[in-house]
């Protein structure tokens, strides 16, 4: 490189500004925990320096190619692991304009968050910082444990990671929040117990705090590390201790939401199953999405095209769209052609339920004709006008629907004097079976419950994975996803009052209530429907 042009190189290098860093605390795990704040500093970062794997779920507000690196590879002692993160991140500033560093918790509590912004600001490098929720606060309340009330208005906090605290300082009617206590609980609690508490005093460890994998374990400052053990719960808890934790019987919020801890099938097409996870969240449950089919273009896709242009030429007098996938079908085929939802002009529209009306609305369009009743098929031809010669112009309806679609509404219009263009929109196709671990599980009982939301993805999942196991909840959309249920050996626990995911889930959650109401006023423990007894088997 010629001299001068190496020294050009050179002062332009030197004349890059360096980056600037955000802080961002994500709260202790509940990814809905995270502010307004840290989502929009995410959704304009050009790299995202993350702990670990449980950080994956606050990249989805990225924009498309950010950089995303792991900074969960330090190791050594705390010192030597905040200054290797400290120096990834001023690294990382140096080449990337807009950096987010995202802490568990807040980033200035109990955290590394302050050492490595002063190490920042050493390097002459920009930061701010935006607060999260702090597992101190968050996760007892999440077990139904309040730090404060009127007669508890002192609370200490202690990290025991790596530090030898005098304990002796502390007096027993204040409320302790211990972190990192889980290695050191039986020699804490004795030190505690050695210092002036009550053998007696209340405590609660909780781990996983705040996502549906919480578990809390209750016993005294005399019992509790035999608890931990009896509990066979492992990983590192928040530990309360004091008075307080006598106000989880009445304060208990999330542990007894009615699918807590439920591990849920969720056997649908991966694009449409996110309402229906997310509702099942709500209620504590773990879902977990296994594909049972996929939805393709049609074989032969003249038969759509030519559909689409008689809809233009104005050979129908109605469209009927029996499902979100054939409104999605036709759009694509819409955006194919250079058309919009001015193509439907003159045109009667008819959705087969909320849903699909949803889907239709955002073209802008509100169908002409919903059913009153069932949202069905059946439903959809209640409803139907018959065609009028005098009134109707044209006889025609155009239903764009999957290759697998029953007879139901074809047969109904043709009744009512329609003339029907039943066209093949899109294919439903079975998926792959899901990994060996799952299959095993489905058959073995390890999941509480399975949602089906369509007839097809019942036959799906028993010929890509078997039979769920007898103790295994069933949960249905509508009367013939329960009929298909029954035909394959399976009993229906629950069935959605209407054809929705959100009303699936909340069928499942009224059951899992009433399941547990009843375990309650028995007097018995409350356990999930995978924790029955071995050989406990319901007759279908």
């Not at 939805?295 to 109605?318: F, H």
Request: aromatic share 6%; proline share 6%; hydrophobic share 45%.
């Amino acid at each position: 490189m010629p001299a001068k042009a190496a020294a050009t190189s050179a002062a332009a290098k030197a004349a890059r500004p360096l980056g600037h860093v955000t802080f961002v605390g994500v709260g202790p795990g509940d990814p809905s925990l995270l502010t307004l704040a840290g989502r929009d500093v995410l959704a304009g970062a050009d790299a995202v320096v993350v702990e670990g794997p449980e950080h994956d779920a606050f990249l989805t507000y990225c924009k498309p190619g950010v950089e995303i690196i792991d900074g969960s590879g330090a190791e050594g002692s705390r010192a030597l692991r905040v200054a290797a993160r400290g120096r990834l991140v001023v690294k990382t500033a140096k080449s990337a304009a807009n950096v987010v560093r995202l802490l568990t918790g807040d980033p200035f509590t109990f955290s590394s968050g302050a050492e490595e912004a002063a190490a920042c600001r050493k390097a002459g490098i920009g930061f701010n910082v935006i607060p999260g929720v702090s597992e101190v606060s968050a996760v007892p309340t999440y077990a139904g444990i309040p730090l404060t009330m009127k007669n508890d208005r002192e609370v200490t906090v202690l990290d025991l990671a790596e530090t030898k605290l005098d304990l002796n300082r502390l007096h027993a009617k204040q409320t302790l929040v211990l972190l990192n206590a889980t290695e050191v609980l039986k020699e804490t609690t004795a030190a505690l117990i050695e210092s002036g508490f009550d053998a007696s005093t209340p405590v609660a460890a909780t781990v996983g705090g705040t996502t549906t994998a919480q578990t809390s374990v209750i016993g005294t400052l005399e019992t509790i590390a035999a608890e931990i053990r009896a509990a066979k719960v492992t990983g590192e808890a928040v530990i309360v201790v004091g008075a307080v934790v006598e106000q989880r019987e009445a304060l208990s919020w999330f542990e007894t939401k009615p699918l807590f801890g439920w591990r849920i099938l969720v056997p649908r097409t991966k694009d449409q199953a996110g309402p229906l996870m997310d509702r099942l969240r709500r209620y504590g449950a773990m879902p977990e999405e296994v594909p049972t089919i996929s939805v393709e273009p049609p074989r032969n896709p003249q038969q759509m095209d030519k559909a689409i242009r008689g809809l233009v030429e104005g050979r129908y007098e109605w469209v009927a769209f029996t499902s979100v996938n054939a409104v999605k079908a036709v759009r694509e085929k819409f955006d194919e052609y250079g058309l919009d939802a001015r193509a439907f002009s003159g045109l009667k529209i008819a959705a087969v339920g909320e849903k699909t009306a949803e889907a239709i609305a955002a073209w802008g369009i509100r169908p002409d004709l919903l059913p009153s009743g069932e949202q069905s098929a059946a439903g959809l031809v209640e409803d139907w006008p018959p065609f009028d010669e005098v009134l109707d112009p044209i006889n025609r309806v155009f239903l764009p629907r999957a290759d697998i679609a029953t007879e139901t509404l074809v047969a109904g219009l043709t009744d009512l004097g329609w003339e029907v263009d039943d066209v093949t929109a899109y294919r439903t196709v079975r998926a792959a079976p899901p990994p060996a671990p799952t299959r095993e599980a489905i058959k073995s009982g390890k999941f509480d419950a399975v949602v089906f939301t369509s007839s097809s993805t019942v036959r799906n999942l028993v010929g890509i994975a078997g039979k769920p196991h007898a103790s295994t909840v069933i949960a249905v959309i509508g009367p013939a996803t329960l009929k298909t249920s029954e035909e394959h050996g399976l009993r229906v626990d629950a069935m959605a009052e209407a054809p929705s995911a959100e009303e699936l889930a909340d069928a499942l959650a009224r059951f899992g209530a009433s399941r547990r109401d009843t375990m309650v006023e028995a007097g018995e423990p409350v356990t999930r429907p995978s924790e029955r007894r071995a050989g406990s088997r319901r007759k279908s």
